[in-house]
């Protein structure tokens, strides 16, 4: 399997998506590559696509999809900031995580967002469930980011 990769963007309420030209909603992110560890490949992928630079990553949870393993960052945006469409990536859009699960999306974006409440309310912010692993990993040598923490919104319930 493939490592990715993979970015959830929090800004003023709403989940940041991409898409490549006549593609599904997707969250930013990409390979990781051979010389590189995952939150350094976050951090190249969202700057690459969106042109968002220079925020923090707090690893959250590595979730196993069919064909690759995502290694899935939190990162809380002011509400000032833009994401600007680059290179493959031909959209960029704020979505409310209620929202999110009506869009035309990735099967591996729908699952990471409703392991972080989007979908499911009830559901516990950094489940054991299983396609995702959120203790400590190897691979990035941190622990899971209590979502609590990073999304307070989420602790409330008010996603």
Known sequence: MKNRATVVCWRDGKILLV???????????????VDE???????????EE???????????????????????FLVLLPREVIAVARHEIAHCRWVRPARVMRLPMSVPTREIVGLLGGGTPKQPACAERRNATPEKDEATGVQCAAIAQVFPERSRGTW
């Open 50 to 72: 969106t042109a968002l630079d220079g925020y923090a990553m707090h690893y959250a949870f590595r979730f196993s999809g069919f064909r690759k393993h995502h290694f899935v």
């Open 19 to 33: 898409a490549r030209k006549h593609a599904r909603w997707a969250l930013p992110g990409g390979t990781i590559r």
């Open 37 to 47: 560890s995952p939150v350094e490949a976050a951090a190249r992928e969202l700057q």
